[in-house]
């Protein structure tokens, strides 16, 4: 019975997608089937289901079905009328770019943020010296 209960686990984990939704996509979900959501609600769900994006916790298809439902439900939720009763275009923009999976990509240089991606770190193996070496060698025959 343990040897079942034991292959049935690995056989669930060997099948890649065992991390659940985040916890704020899931209150998001929840609050409109209720009806109550706004945009506080909405961004919390946001950054939560672009952390599990970028810790690599979920694929890219997934990824960019919710944030065509975020984008619908913020159209939804800031509808605004002119004094006449006319639909006034709202200011709030969700952007969504494709970017390199490079930490702080933004903030240090590309060899900082190289050496940090798991990616790349895992690939070349940086925490060791040879490592280190292959990631320098990339910067010179690049640079």
Do not use: P
């Amino acid at each position: 019975m343990i040897r079942m209960q034991n292959r049935l686990l690995a056989d669930y984990y060997a099948g890649g997608a065992y991390y659940a939704n985040s916890v704020s996509g899931a209150i998001y979900e929840l609050m409109s089937q209720l009806g109550k959501t706004n945009n506080e609600i909405l961004w919390l769900a946001i950054v939560g289901v672009t952390s599990k994006y970028i810790f690599e916790q979920m694929d890219t298809y997934k990824y960019a079905e919710k944030l065509e439902t975020f984008k619908d439900d913020r159209a939804r939720l800031n509808i605004s009328r002119n004094e006449d009763g006319t639909l006034q275009n709202s200011s709030i923009v969700i952007k969504s770019e494709d970017e390199y999976r490079f930490m702080m990509f933004r903030h240090w240089s590309l060899y900082d943020s190289m050496y940090h991606s798991g990616y790349v770190s895992s690939k070349l193996g940086v925490w060791k010296d040879a490592g280190k070496k292959r990631l320098n060698n990339m910067f010179a025959k690049m640079g």
